[in-house]
């Protein structure tokens, strides 16, 4: 009798959390048909593109042959798992350099043709035919990166090798949580991230500009594999008679008055230390007054259509120069 009340009250307490949950959920996925947040998008990207990989040191790979509408854009990617045209392995006779990087490199938030993978190929193959690998995966740091470049992209026999950086890259490797599943629920991701931007404005040291600059103390781990993996690359690329450069990609939030020049001073003095050529674009963007004008939307501070051709503006003969030993 006594188990039966408790069922009972339980019962009571938990009902309507449910059916408030679940409408919820309803609502708020068709609201979403209508607007477009950033976190459910890249929820979404994780569910619909993204699989895991056997090697925990890059974590997620692209589904091959998948595609989805995000962020207002069509996303396809190819049978080898980028967000690229079909490339055969080998046989090409043309000038070939593969991109690594992050979402950015990926062109999230943007049309392929507009990211400035494509309008550096497009703009470097007028003067010697070139053909660029968009090794670009979302959520990706610079030891996935390389990881990825040694497993799939050395296969390619690429001339150079071009990596894009930007200052979240020093974040350790995540390791994939158990409560992932959560993620399918819309509700969640969208008050888990209205929680963290709260989180951003009321706890000391969670600020944005606080959060990245810590990454980079000599003693963080993410910061020390960034710089392993680094290592790890020049000497694969010396190794293969590849030539490799590091371009350094701007945090658009504030633009005049950068916040991150002396952390990526750091990363520019390590690169140099270790004969990586390296190019900081962000001087590129100094005249810009209203960041977001460069953004992909209200929320999201990823690079828009007019900002990948700043990028592949400012880079484009760092890029274009030199050459490899084969």
């Known amino acids: 009798m006594g188990l039966s009340r408790v069922f009972r009250g339980l019962l009571l307490v938990l009902l309507p959390i449910v059916v408030f949950l679940g409408l919820g959920e309803v609502v708020l996925r068709l609201y979403l048909t209508q607007r477009i947040f950033y976190d459910v998008e890249m929820s979404r990207y994780a569910q619909l593109l993204k699989i895991e990989s056997p090697n925990l040191r890059i974590g997620h790979i692209h589904r091959p042959g998948s595609s989805a509408h995000l962020m207002g854009v069509d996303v396809a990617i190819n049978s080898a798992g980028f967000r690229d045209d079909e490339r055969r392995v080998d046989g090409s006779d043309l000038r070939r350099m593969v991109f690594l990087g992050d979402s950015l490199t990926f062109g999230w938030g943007v049309e392929q043709h507009d990211s400035f993978a494509h309008l550096l190929e497009t703009s470097l193959d007028e003067e010697r035919p070139t053909e660029i690998l968009n090794f670009g995966t979302g959520n990706y740091n610079t030891t996935q990166e390389v990881e ?3 497993e799939q992209g050395l296969a390619y026999q690429p001339d150079k090798v ?3 950086y930007f200052i979240n890259d020093a974040e350790p490797v995540p390791k994939k949580s158990r409560l992932a599943f959560l993620a399918n629920f819309r ?3 969208f008050y888990w991230s209205r929680m963290k931007q709260l989180a951003a404005r009321l706890v000391p040291g969670q600020t944005f500009r606080e959060y990245y ?5 000599d003693d963080q781990p993410g910061w020390l594999e960034t710089q392993a993996a680094f290592v790890r690359l020049a000497e694969v690329c010396r190794d293969h008679g590849i030539e490799l ?3 350094l990609l701007p945090e658009l939030h504030a633009l005049d008055e ?4 002396r952390e990526y001073r750091k990363v520019a003095n390590f690169l140099r230390s ?5 190019l900081d674009v962000t001087p590129a963007f ?7 004008s460069l953004w992909v939307s209200p929320d999201d501070a990823h690079p828009n259509a007019l900002a990948h051709r700043r990028i592949a503006a400012a880079s484009r003969e760092f890029i274009a120069t030199g050459g490899a030993s084969r």
């Open 162 to 164: 071009v990596v894009f």
């Open 274 to 278: 270790q004969r990586i050529a390296v």
């Open 213 to 217: 600059a810590a990454l980079y103390d």
């Open 286 to 292: 100094a005249d810009v007054s209203e960041p977001q």
């Open 245 to 247: 450069k590091v371009v």
């Open 148 to 150: 990825l470049f040694v």
């Open 258 to 261: 950068y916040p991150f020049e």
């Open 187 to 189: 509700i969640v991701t």
